[in-house]
Structures are given as C-alpha cells and as structure tokens.
C-alpha cells in the first residue's frame, strides 16, 4: 500500500498562475482532507470531503477549490496563485466506524512557493 | 469555539532525560485526541488516539494520556531519532466530517 500520495512534491508559480494538486489514496477511506501548514500558524485546514460526492470548506478556503474525482483521489486547485499562498500543502484521508470518526493519514505534502 | 494549545513550544532534552509534552483543549464535547510526529520535510505520521478521560496508549518510549482538560504524552529514555515535531489534535461533536482542529506542535530536540 503507498497510503496517500500527493503530487507534485515542488512547485514554483509566478502571481497570477493556475494549478492542480492533485491527491490519491489506496485505504479505501471515505473522508479525505486539504491542509496547509505556515511556520506558526499549524496545520489549517482549506476543504474537505466527508464522502465521495460532497465537498465542503475549512477554515481557509479562500482561493481554492477542490474535487472529488472519485473514492481514491481528491484534488486542489488554485485559479490565480497569490505569494500569500506560499505554503506546505498537505492532502490526508482519514476512515470511519460505526459512525465514528476516526484518525487521519497524511501523505509527503507539496511545497509551493508564489513569486 | 474549539480550540488546542500545545506547550512548550520547544523542549530540548539530553537522550535518556525523561519529560513530558502538554495539549491542552476547549472542544464542545471531544469525541478523540490524536498525536502525530512530524519529521522535518515530511508528512504528520499518526502515533494514537484516544477517546475518553483516564486512557492511555503506549508505543516504545511514548505514552499517552488523556484528562477531561488535556493529554500529555510522556517519552521515557529519549533517543536522538525521537527528535521531531509532536502535534495533538482533537475531534469535537462541532466540528461534523470527521475535522481536526490542531495545536502548533511541540518540537522535540533531544541530544546524545
């Protein structure tokens, strides 16, 4: 099992440009999750999806949108990248059990620098 | 509002000096912990979890436990290679879809 992988690792974007992280996971886990993480700020998360089929913001969804292509992958896009978005971008997926949430796994992270 | 605060900030201790990490939460009603380690460079790795006042876990030199207010997380004869980033988090009966609210991380240095 390679758990949750994320592409790209790097990623340098000039003001003003789009791209796509893009997220996979082989757990068969329904929830799956982006975070970003800043020096002194923690992980925050942007989206998450609950489900196959739904989507829904975090506490900083400003900028971003995803999609959930399907039970393994979840993606992240930027539309108009801002240096504020210069981050550590984290994806994990995480599983439930009678109804109860239970921990998350996190994949290697892509680290994207705005100029 | 939920919230998690972890301290210290960062510990420095020499290998086999015993101590102890601290979360603190505010959660309307916690429905799990969860510790993490984060190697420099890489993605939280998950250690445990816990649900309710009075458990612990136990994984080598670490032990969780888990209060009404906080869970602390012990390392016993700490080596080198437990150096990293300690985070905590917890799951509330707010935060619906399984969302984890996590502290800032306590980085753990610890020298031979």
């Known amino acids: 099992n390679a758990g949750v992988t994320q592409t790209p690792k790097f990623q340098v974007l000039k003001t003003g440009q789009s791209m796509t992280l893009q997220c996979a996971q082989d757990m068969n886990h329904n929830s799956m999750y982006w975070y970003r993480q800043d020096p002194g700020m923690g992980l925050r998360l942007i989206y998450y999806?609950?489900?196959?089929?739904?989507?829904d913001k975090g506490e900083v969804p400003n900028g971003y949108n995803v999609s959930r292509l399907n039970k393994r992958e979840f993606s992240l896009r930027l539309e108009s990248a801002a240096p504020s978005q210069t981050s550590v971008y984290f994806c994990?997926?995480?599983?439930?059990?009678?109804?109860?949430?239970?921990?998350?796994?996190f994949g290697p992270g892509t680290r994207l620098t705005v100029l | 509002e939920d919230q998690v605060t972890q301290s210290p900030e960062a510990l420095r201790l020499q290998e086999g000096e015993s101590s102890s990490l601290n979360c603190s939460y505010t959660?309307?009603?916690?429905?799990?912990l969860f510790w993490y380690r984060q190697d420099p460079g890489k993605g939280p790795e998950f250690l445990f979890t816990?649900?309710?006042a009075g458990e612990e876990k136990e994984k080598e030199r670490l032990k969780a436990t888990l209060t009404k207010k906080e869970s602390f997380l012990h390392i016993t004869a700490p080596k080198p290679e437990d150096s990293a980033t300690y985070l905590c988090a917890v799951l509330s009966n707010y935060n619906q879809g399984g969302k984890l609210i996590f502290g800032q991380g306590t980085e753990l240095s610890v020298k031979p």
């Open positions: 959660v309307s009603g916690l429905r799990g």
């Open positions: 999806s609950a489900s196959e089929g739904t989507t």
């Open positions: 816990l649900y309710s």
């Open positions: 994990a997926s995480g599983w439930t059990s009678g109804g109860a949430w239970n921990e998350q796994f």
